[in-house]
């Protein structure tokens, strides 16, 4: 070995080392270490799964993985989740049925194919957690999410893994139409239930209650009874009629240029072009932030 090959293992082993200290106390992540098949993960989900997961284990639960491969996720799962946790792995290759012999429930198919899930949930019912870590692309994504959320229990959650291929030119890169692209406009959707704000046309927003953003994880929970209409409250405490000064520097500036102005038309005229003119100014200052 010569010593560019030995600086670069030494470099390897010393970055592995690095993210080691911060999730080899995850029961997760030993898990993951313990499976006696093969499982590929990026170090980082190990903490988003402990974040995200922990409240369902030991539960009933029934959880979907969306690609299987090898095998040794469905064991992690297996032993992290315990006993109770119905686990059900789907995978296009036929090969992955030999996993049904370890007493997980495997199912064959696309899961770009609307059908497909149709078949699917009409044989398993609803679920209580989705994780798709199945082929990456905004397709496969997108019509995943979209035909699952329906599906999955009052709640439950959706976990989409390796959502950093919406930026990867091999998987069409940039796209109005990438997965990143599509979970942003979720944001619209859920503040969308907010009377006066209408940006989204989703059919979401009275399911999902929440999007979380990790690093090349977005995740979605479930909840349906939280998902209502926002209106205003106001309690019945003592008001000490204090002034509302958020728009007061609209109203100092508008004083001194329409001082002695009589006309009520042309007053509101002027308003409307001063709350132009610093909108545009606060613009400019916050150009430095985006």
């Not at 995200?52 to 297996?78: A, D, H």
């Not at 397709?139 to 959320?149: K, P």
């Not at 979380?212 to 106001?234: L, N």
């Amino acid at each position: 070995m010569n010593t560019i090959e030995q600086a670069s293992n030494l470099k390897k082993n010393n970055e592995e080392k690095s993210y080691e200290k911060n999730i080899q106390h995850l029961d997760i992540y030993k898990c993951y270490q313990q499976s006696p098949y093969r499982s590929a993960k990026h170090s980082s989900y190990f903490q988003v799964y402990a974040e995200l997961l922990e409240q369902y284990r030991n539960k009933p639960i029934t959880f979907v993985e969306i690609g299987v491969l090898n095998g040794g996720s469905l064991f992690m799962w297996r032993s992290y989740f315990g006993t109770s946790a119905r686990i059900i792995g789907i995978d296009f290759n036929p090969l992955a049925k030999r996993w049904a012999d370890d007493g997980f429930e495997i199912h064959i198919g696309s899961q770009a194919d609307p059908e497909f899930w149709k078949d699917f949930f009409k044989k398993i019912g609803d679920v209580d957690i989705v994780l798709d870590d199945g082929g990456h692309t905004y397709e496969q994504q997108i019509i995943t999410a979209h035909t699952c959320i329906p599906h999955i229990k009052n709640g439950g959650l959706l976990i989409v893994e390796d959502t950093h291929t919406s930026y990867f030119k091999d998987f069409g890169y940039p796209s109005k139409y990438s997965f990143i692209e599509w979970a942003k406009k979720l944001v619209d959707n859920i503040n969308s239930r907010f009377p006066a704000v209408k940006v989204s046309t989703l059919l979401y927003k009275n399911s999902i209650y929440s999007v979380s953003f990790f690093e090349s994880i977005v995740s979605f929970r479930i909840q349906r009874d939280k998902c209502f209409e926002s209106a205003p409250t106001a309690n019945d405490g003592i008001s000490i009629n204090a002034q509302d000064f958020r728009y007061q520097e609209i109203q100092d500036k508008l004083s001194i240029f329409a001082s002695n102005a009589e006309d009520a038309k042309w007053k509101k005229k002027l308003k409307k072009s001063l709350v132009k003119r610093i909108a545009k100014l606060k613009i400019l200052k916050l150009k430095q932030y985006f």
